[in-house]
Nanobody, 129 residues
């Protein structure tokens, strides 16, 4: 059974950077999607970034709120997805959760969290002003 283990959260000042990691252990898929969602206190869960693959083709999606600041990448050999977060803002404060699904999303489905069947435990990211 595949499990997702996240790391890399923490406290950082506004303008700083953090890198989150999500390791998928167990069976992997030749096509699928992995990414990050976040949830701040009192707010709904929202999509952040997703990377999907089918054979040699890779697709990447970002929420508008993080475009130009966050970068998602995948290391196939390590079954790991990274989220490099730069120019962090206080409004980025949330619990970030890694998600994975054995489907290849498109522009309208990548952000639908119910389509992802595997979730990590979440890691706290706090950005101070």
């Amino acid at each position: 059974q595949v499990q997702l283990v996240e790391s890399g959260g923490g406290l950082v000042q506004a303008g700083g950077s953090l890198r989150l990691s999500c390791v998928a252990s167990g069976r992997t898929f030749s096509s699928g999607a992995m990414g990050w969602f976040r949830q701040a206190p009192g707010k709904e869960r929202e999509s952040v970034a997703v990377i999907s693959w089918s054979g040699r083709t890779t697709y990447i999606y970002y929420a508008n709120s993080v475009k130009g600041r966050f970068t998602i990448s995948r290391d196939n050999a390590k079954n790991t997805v990274y989220l490099q977060m730069n120019s962090l803002k206080p409004e980025d404060t949330a619990v970030y959760s890694c998600a994975a699904g054995n489907f290849v999303p498109d522009g309208s489905t990548w952000s639908v969290y119910s389509k992802y069947n595997l979730w990590g435990q979440g890691t706290q990211v706090t950005v101070s002003s």
